[in-house]
């Protein structure tokens, strides 16, 4: 069965310091992955998505992630932390051999500090 | 376009009442999921349509919990009788099978319920 752990419930960096989510995923098969963003009293919003085309994803609001399949991880980054970043952030899986389901981790907070 | 709506944001009700929340997918999407988020469970799929018709009811926590969608453009999730265990935000999200991957979900803004 397919599973994502993001292995930090919170992390906390400095606006203008580099952001890295971890995420490490389990799949039967070739997956796809996402980052889903989701800010205060909002709904979700995809980030980027890995469907087996490149490994390297980039992502809206400069984020990007790269897929390693060696490592079965999905680290999501950022080169300049801003303010309006802080979010939760989900690391998702789908695997279309399955279902149409939607597998998510369970998040992650960004905290950014001035 | 306008996105998922989802009627009502927020919901205050006393436990036993019948609770009813709404959604209207995107134009054209013919996937539609209700999803419910709480602290301690996260974010877990209830169900799934696929034009119209339920696919995968496995997430429905009980049989209190009751969805359907008489069309390609509106949802509900009716909850009857109400828990206070039930005090959760509730999202609903659509995604289509042409163009874009179909995996790919558009989250409503989510309806936040609470149950006393």
């Known amino acids: 069965a397919q599973s994502v752990t993001q292995l930090d419930s919170h992390v906390s960096v400095s606006e203008g310091t580099p952001v890295l989510l971890r995420c490490n995923y389990s799949s039967s098969y070739s997956p796809s992955l996402f980052w889903y963003v989701q800010h205060p009293n909002k709904g979700l919003q995809l980030l980027l998505k890995?469907?087996?085309?490149?490994?390297l994803v980039k992502g809206i609001n400069g984020f990007e992630a790269e897929f390693k399949k060696s490592e079965t991880s999905f680290h999501l980054t950022k080169p300049s932390a801003h303010m309006s970043d802080a979010a939760e952030y989900f690391c998702?899986?789908?695997?279309?051999?399955?279902?149409?389901?939607?597998?998510f981790g369970t998040g992650t907070r960004l905290q950014v500090f001035p | 376009d306008a996105g998922v709506i989802q009627s009502p944001r927020h919901e205050v009700t006393e436990m036993g009442q019948e609770v009813t929340l709404r959604c209207k997918p995107i134009?054209?999407?013919?996937?539609l999921f209700w999803y419910r988020q709480t602290m301690m469970r996260g974010l877990e799929l209830l169900i799934y349509f696929n034009n119209n018709v339920p696919i995968d009811d496995s997430g429905m926590p009980e049989d209190r919990f009751s969805a359907k969608m008489p069309n390609a453009s509106f949802s509900t999730l009716k909850i009857q009788p109400s828990e206070p265990r039930d005090s959760a935000v509730y999202f609903c999200?659509?995604?289509?099978?042409?163009?874009?991957?179909?995996?790919?979900?558009?989250f409503g803004p989510g309806t936040r319920l609470t149950v006393l």
């Open positions: 134009s054209g999407h013919d996937y």
């Open positions: 998702v899986v789908s695997d279309p051999s399955n279902t149409d389901k939607l597998i």
């Open positions: 890995y469907t087996s085309a490149a490994t």
């Open positions: 999200a659509s995604s289509w099978t042409s163009g874009d991957p179909r995996d790919t979900q558009y």
